[in-house]
């Protein structure tokens, strides 16, 4: 078998201490490890669809297909170590930290995973706390509306040899608190928002338009629509990626342009009630990539997909978007944008529905 590059859920764990824990009493320590790994964590990962790609003498290396899948064992393993650890002095407790990151990996011929996406996890566990589980900012979007646990936004972090910083999120198990943003905004994203407001008004109507076809799909054409295919468990949500926006400029100094463009629609969709929107970073992983719509939707459990393209010359702006259906691979709608870029006040919109 060749190696395939695919998406996904990367669970890295470890033990704390664990050359502290063994150097005191090395065959009680082992004993326990091997307990917990067929009592509870085997069984755990199984439970969830999980597969052991490595074991790393006190810790491993698993991969999911879901995001969710990942975060519900992750959560089910940190609250089952509460249990077990009470009433242990703290010199014999065993207390794991827990990496997930979500993100394009190479599956070699022999089963063993490689690329960022799995460097990445590893630093995330690096970094937990004790009894924590750290989530990147891809796998945290793919969750944050399932979460009922308390969630400490860490901000952009810089990782061991991974060259960008990465935004993580904290989940403390056994907290039950309402999710919230920790630390403001960097000024470099200020301004960029504050480069793509003459296309804000138009960004916006973007985002309206896609809210308005998904309740006006669920609602209304259920029958026609939804009902005519089998649909998935999660049909009654509205699931969507959105795909890197091109720029047909014909200069790449533009590509800011549309990149703020996919960026913004990213974000506003996420701000749907029950929606489930991949997040930016896995989205741009298609770059540039001729992909299918089918295939997309397929490898990123997602039932919508909108991509477009922005054209600028010196005078005007031009934004295309198509919602595309990732089941049948066909267009439900299209719409077109036309703004005076030296008059962000004004626009003239022209659709053209399919």
């Not at 061991?160 to 630390?183: D, F, H, M």
């Not at 259920?222 to 014909?250: K, Y």
Request: with cysteine; charged share 25%; aromatic share 6%.
């Amino acid at each position: 078998m060749s190696d395939t590059r695919k998406i996904a859920a990367i669970f890295a764990a470890d033990v704390v201490g664990y050359s502290r824990l063994a150097g005191a009493d090395e065959d009680r320590i082992l004993a326990r490890l091997r307990a917990l790994r067929s009592d509870l964590i085997d069984p755990t990962i199984a439970v969830h669809n999980g597969r052991v790609v490595k074991r790393t003498g006190d810790g491993a290396l698993v991969e999911f297909r879901s995001v969710v899948d990942a975060v519900r064992c992750a959560v089910e393993v940190q609250n089952a170590m509460v249990e077990r650890n009470a009433g242990l002095p703290p010199e014999r407790r065993i207390d794991f930290r827990i990496g997930i990151h979500l993100g394009d990996v190479v599956e070699e011929s022999d089963g063993d995973l490689m690329g960022d996406a799995v460097n990445i996890a590893a630093r995330l566990e690096g970094i937990a706390e004790p009894g924590a589980i750290c989530l990147s900012e891809q796998a945290y979007w793919q969750v944050k509306g399932r979460l009922d646990l308390a969630v400490t936004d860490l901000g952009a972090t810089r990782l061991k040899n991974i060259a960008e910083p990465v935004r993580v999120y904290s989940l403390q198990v056994g907290v039950p608190v309402v999710a919230k943003t920790a630390i403001e905004p960097k000024p470099l994203e200020a301004k960029k928002r504050s480069i793509l407001a003459p296309l804000s008004a138009g960004i916006v109507a973007l985002i309206v338009i896609v809210g308005g076809a998904w309740y006006f799909l669920v609602g209304n054409r259920t029958a026609q629509v939804i009902a005519a295919t089998p649909a998935p468990a999660e049909a009654t949500h509205l699931s969507i990626v959105v795909l890197p926006f091109a720029n047909l400029s014909g200069d790449p100094s533009q590509d800011y342009f549309a990149d703020g463009i996919t960026e913004n629609l990213t974000t506003d969709l996420s701000r749907i009630r029950d929606s489930f929107v991949i997040a930016r970073n896995t989205a741009f992983t298609f770059k540039g990539k001729n992909a299918d719509a089918r295939q997309i939707g397929k490898e990123l459990g997602v039932r919508y997909v909108l991509e477009g393209s922005v054209q600028r010359d010196q005078n005007q702006v031009r934004v295309n978007a198509q919602l595309i259906d990732a089941e049948s691979g066909g267009h439900i709608w299209a719409e077109r944008f036309d703004r005076p870029f030296a008059d962000p006040t004004k626009s003239s919109p022209a659709s053209r529905a399919n």
